[in-house]
């Protein structure tokens, strides 16, 4: 049977986890996550700040 993954922050982020739960959910790597992160909070006038401030709140820690 398969093991279900759940979306969690990571206990090794930069901030507050939400790139790197998000990296380790998708087996990608955190610092492309981060990188592509800041790429469009800026191209979309830092409306990716109030996206992250909600995951940090709705995501929940790693176990």
Do not use: Q
């Not at 990188?35 to 909070?41: P, R």
């Amino acid at each position: 049977m398969e093991e279900k993954r759940r979306l969690t922050r990571s206990g090794n982020g930069m901030i507050a986890g939400v790139c790197s739960g998000i990296a380790d959910y998708m087996d990608w790597d955190p610092t492309l996550v981060r990188v592509g992160y800041i790429l469009l909070s800026v191209f979309t006038v830092f409306a990716g700040l109030l996206g992250y401030v909600v995951l940090w709140i709705v995501m929940p820690r790693e176990a």
